[in-house]
């Protein structure tokens, strides 16, 4: 059933007070580097499967860290999956793919490589056309479609095909970045995303994401409304060019679902999250899920297929998103030829 005209009314003001909230997070810096090409400037190793990868970033004229999960078995080349996170990746405690879910261990037996930016903050992974001064340089649509891959697939022996997930922000940005970038990738996941940007509700989403928690100036990502960018990279608009790809959709109703209550240990009895959980994170939830139900019917108008699950009450919050990674795996699995 489609979000009632009141509910989207209440969303929609929901967002506009949480954009006048103040957040009180900053951007972090990276270091950079005088080379002109991508490369990898060094290599961690956690386990033997989990690597920290520095790839400089001649775009961003910075070097960027990635987590990267490779397969037990690498003797014959794998696909790769790119995992975007959320807008408080390092930042906000306890959030972001390697802090919050248990994508180690889920993917410790599959047969491809995972690879996940930890920067990007309150960025929408894309390319900015003005620095920012708190958020700085971004360029993460050129690093990320054309700079790492040939990085990646040459250091990990890929086999040259990918997919790409994200949730919150990202779910946003994974979307575009596969609708945009040709046959780059075969799949995308997007979970609890606004891939809306050209309609009120989409713009105080990104405003709430990158002006009242990033504290940067939303113009310096594509400029004033009237700029052709942010039509371009409106997925309603441009689902047709989702068409051929493999697809999956998530997002909740806002109601209280159950992780929202003090069962869940990733609050650790913390009354107060509890409460911006339900309040805050349902508010935010409710508008995601317009937004996701406008681009299934969109895709669905265009004869499109997609895999979604769009009617389970929950909130913008970690313990759905680590579920729809195993809802959505035997998706981007297909979609990467990958047994599920």
């Keep these: 059933m489609r979000i009632s005209t009141t509910l989207r009314a209440l969303a929609l003001t929901s967002l506009v007070a949480l954009t006048a909230a103040t957040f009180g997070t900053s951007a972090a810096s990276a270091d950079g580097d005088t080379g002109q090409t991508a490369h990898i400037t060094s290599i961690q190793t956690l386990t033997d499967q989990h690597w920290v990868v520095n790839v400089y970033s001649p775009a961003m004229e ?22 975007l996170n959320g807008a408080g990746q390092g930042l906000v405690s306890k959030s972001g793919w390697f802090e919050a879910t248990d994508v180690v261990d889920f993917f410790a037996d599959k047969d491809v490589n995972v690879v996940s930016p930890r920067g990007g903050n309150y960025s929408y992974y ?24 040939p990085v990646i697939d040459a250091e990990l022996g890929t086999n040259g095909i990918n997919s790409i997930m994200g949730m919150s922000m990202s779910a946003s940005a994974s979307l575009f970045l596969t609708a945009l970038n040709g046959d780059l990738y075969k799949g995308v996941a997007s979970f609890s995303g606004c891939a809306r940007t050209t309609d009120e509700l989409g713009r105080q989403y990104m405003k709430l994401v990158v002006e009242t928690r990033g504290m940067g100036d939303l113009t310096n990502m594509w400029g ?8 371009e990279h409106d997925m309603y608009i441009n689902a047709d060019k989702l068409r051929g790809k493999m697809i ?54 265009l004869g499109i297929p997609a895999v979604t699950d769009l009617d389970q009450p929950g909130t913008h919050s970690w313990g ?21």
Excluded at 276 to 295: F, P, S, Y
Excluded at 320 to 340: C, F, H, I, N, Q
């Design 224 to 231: 004033e409304p009237d700029n052709p960018l942010w039509a």
């Design 62 to 83: 910075s070097i960027q860290a990635l987590d990267v999960l490779v397969p037990a078995d690498r003797s014959v080349p794998r696909p790769t999956l790119y995992a």
């Design 248 to 301: 999956y959709l998530s997002s909740r109703t806002g109601l209280p679902g159950k992780y929202d209550n003090q069962d869940n240990v990733r609050l650790n009895g913390a009354v107060d999250t509890l409460a911006d959980q339900i309040v805050l994170g349902g508010a935010i939830e409710a508008a995601t899920g317009e937004c996701t139900r406008q681009i299934a019917g969109r895709l669905s108008e």
């Design 320 to 340: 759905y998103w680590e579920e729809d990674l195993r809802k959505a795996w035997p998706t981007l699995a297909a979609s990467m030829g990958l047994a599920v």
């Design 126 to 149: 894309a390319d900015w056309i003005k620095d920012d001064p708190e958020l700085g340089r971004n360029k993460w649509e050129t690093f990320l479609t054309k700079e790492l891959p």
